[in-house]
């Protein structure tokens, strides 16, 4: 079935630091792919996605480019804050009409001032 | 109020209780889901409502069981619930249209069953 890896945490950066989180995934269709932050105390939030090959999906600062020859979705940010501190997922929806999202299990980033 | 709300945040429970956990999408999508996040494991997919029906259940207990009287309500319906199911519940939404949509999820209620 389908699988999302990401790169075990926790990630501990100093401010202004460049940040990398490595995801991975296995499907057999071409599916999303999805990064969703985690605020301590709240809800997963969207942080971006990409749809098909070569998508780079950005926001905030943050950026992944669907890599399909690599099945990679690796999560980048140049600088990191110290509000950037929280849990990261990576996740997948598949192509063949469910609506099923399948997560990895989470990279826990803290960034100190 | 916008998005996702879920109520209560905060639940501490006897496994010989019964209770409920609310969540309401005020976005007009068309899909509801029930995540369970236990420490240390992925998010688990619950169930998924799409159009008000079911159509996902992944073998979860019996002592869990959704309604979703409308579009906008989705409820998880508690009773002799076991230590184990102490976790962050999550729910999300997103409009069906095709498969790949986006969810948006709530903040979550945090249950502790004692």
């Known amino acids: 079935g389908d699988s999302v890896t990401q790169m075990e945490g926790p990630v501990t950066l100093s401010e202004e630091a460049f940040l990398t989180i490595n995801c991975t995934y296995t499907?057999?269709?071409?599916?999303?792919l999805f990064w969703y932050v985690q605020y301590p105390g709240e809800g997963l939030q969207l942080l971006l996605k990409a749809t098909k090959a070569d998508d780079k999906g950005s926001n905030k600062g943050f950026e992944a480019t669907y890599r399909k020859e690599t099945t990679s979705f690796h999560l980048e940010k140049g600088s990191v804050q110290v509000s950037d501190s929280a849990v990261y997922f990576c996740?997948?929806?598949?192509?063949?009409?469910?609506?099923?999202?399948?997560f990895g299990k989470g990279t826990k980033l803290t960034v100190n001032p | 109020e916008t998005g996702v709300t879920q109520t209560p945040r905060h639940l501490v429970m006897g496994m010989t209780n019964k209770k409920s956990l609310k969540c309401e999408q005020h976005?007009?999508?068309?899909?509801m889901y029930w995540y369970k996040q236990s420490a240390k494991k992925p998010l688990e997919l619950m169930f998924v409502y799409s159009l008000e029906e079911r159509v996902e259940n992944n073998s979860v207990p019996s002592r869990f069981s959704p309604e979703c009287p409308n579009s906008s309500h989705l409820f998880l319906h508690l009773h002799t619930l076991q230590p184990e199911d102490s976790a962050l519940y999550l729910c999300?939404?997103?409009?069906?249209?095709?498969?790949?949509?986006?969810?948006?999820f709530g903040p979550g209620t945090r249950l502790l069953v004692l």
């Open positions: 999300a939404s997103s409009q069906v249209a095709g498969g790949q949509e986006t969810q948006y």
């Open positions: 996740a997948l929806s598949d192509q063949g009409g469910s609506e099923k999202l399948v």
């Open positions: 499907a057999t269709g071409y599916p999303s």
């Open positions: 976005l007009g999508h068309n899909a």
